[in-house]
């Protein structure tokens, strides 16, 4: 079967999905993104399993992490970084730090049980330190198994969505619980009154 329907059908779905968008007041309020997502699951589990649509899909992926890469750096102002550079730095430092704690905390209790755990682990540092690019790009560079890639970024979608829906709902009321800001008593001030 060709390969052109099912690289079409990646590369304009999420365009046609935009169009809707902003032509169908009813679909205004979807958010193409996970729209996308989620007829790309839906279709990927269902009418689209043949070896081509998955060669198709598989080839517009790395083609897509090719081209996305330098189009991503292409927007930085190297410039000004010397002048934001520190706490972003030391932001981007404590989370590298807390990564690599992560992965060889995780090297000791599961690379018994887990054969893959090194691939595993290049996956998870890739994605939580460049993101999605990072993941696609480290899986063509490790010659990673497409289901360990495939459960490593469903289970960070998933896991990243319930994270950011959580901090957008009810975080302030569930930490508000356990970290009581003091409130200080101010005198009130007397106000002369200007009534003659």
Known sequence: MNMLPFALLALLFPALVQLA????????????LLTSYAVGILLGNTVLRNG???????????????????LMLFTLDVRSWGKSTGKIMLGMALASVSI??????????????????????????????????NLAALRIALGVDNDLYLAVHGADVV?????????????????????????LAVPALAVPSLVV
């Open 100 to 133: 690599v704690l992560t992965v060889v905390s995780g090297f000791f209790l599961f690379s018994g049980a887990l054969p893959e755990y090194p691939n595993l682990a290049g996956l998870l540092v890739g994605v939580y330190t460049g993101g999605t690019p």
């Open 52 to 70: 081509a649509a998955f060669a198709a899909f598989d080839l517009v992926a790395t083609v897509s992490v090719a081209f996305s890469i330098p």
């Open 159 to 183: 896991i990243s969505a319930l994270y950011i829906f959580f901090y957008i709902t009810v975080a302030k009321w569930v930490i508000g619980k356990f970290l009581v800001v003091p409130t």
């Open 21 to 32: 968008r902003d032509r169908v007041k009813l679909l205004s309020s979807f958010n193409p």
